[in-house]
């Protein structure tokens, strides 16, 4: 079966320093989302992009994350300064887009301390 | 903006049992919902994915219902095992203007017990 790729898994660093996190959709799929789960939020949707270029983003604070697709086959989230309160379990998720379903990677679980 | 509620929060049931898992959805301009299954500490695994020109859709022993015009699916499991025992989540994907868009509902955190 076809698999969205996260990398890492987990993620432990410390307050103020910069996490990557990265996402590799499944060939072909032109739609993908970044999600982070909480157990007080939930699901929130971060950022989408189409075709490689962002959609929405309006769940991202601006002024330390920043998602992007340098090329189709690779995605991006990063968090510059890390705080406490990202630790999170961060998703991504690819598809097709419109009447089509979407595909979840295993999620890399971020600790910030 | 599309709000999605899941009820109940929680579930406990013994094996056997069929249950029903309730979502509804504020903005019918849907394309279509699809329900997941997560396990603790695991990604999500789609279940179902129904349009929003269908009414139903099968997979096994679970069966998802919607009524787009109510703004509500439900998700209805036959013949519950321990197995089952996960959080359910469902999933607008919105129409319009919000092309593609999911919005997740809190989910469901079922427990079947043997």
């Known amino acids: 079966d076809a698999r969205v790729t996260q990398t890492p898994r987990h993620k432990v660093t410390e307050m103020g320093q910069e996490v990557t996190m990265r996402c590799q959709p499944i060939?072909?799929?032109?739609?993908v989302f970044w999600y982070r789960q909480t157990m007080m939020q939930g699901l929130e949707l971060l950022a989408y992009?189409?075709?490689?270029?962002?959609?929405?983003d309006s769940g991202m604070p601006k002024d330390r994350f920043s998602a992007e697709m340098p090329d189709a086959t690779l995605a991006t989230l990063k968090i510059q300064p890390s705080e406490p309160r990202d630790s999170a379990v961060y998703f991504c998720?690819?598809?097709?887009?419109?009447?089509?379903?979407?595909?979840f990677g295993s999620g890399t679980r971020l600790t910030v301390v | 903006k599309q709000e999605v509620t899941q009820i109940p929060a929680a579930l406990s049931v013994p094996e056997g049992e069929n249950l029903v898992l309730n979502c509804s959805f504020t903005d019918s301009a849907i394309y279509n919902l699809q329900w997941f299954r997560q396990d603790p500490g695991k990604g999500l695994t789609s279940l179902l994915l129904i349009q929003s020109s269908q009414r139903e859709q099968t997979s096994g022993r679970l069966n998802a219902s919607l009524d787009k015009s109510s703004g509500r699916s439900t998700l209805y499991i036959a013949a519950s095992q321990p197995g089952d025992s996960a959080t359910y989540l469902c999933a607008a994907n919105a129409g319009g203007t919000s092309y593609g868009k999911l919005t997740f509902g809190q989910g469901t955190i079922l427990t079947v017990h043997p």
């Open positions: 998720a690819s598809g097709l887009g419109g009447p089509f379903g979407y595909t």
């Open positions: 060939l072909g799929h032109n739609t």
């Open positions: 992009f189409r075709n490689r270029a962002p959609l929405d």
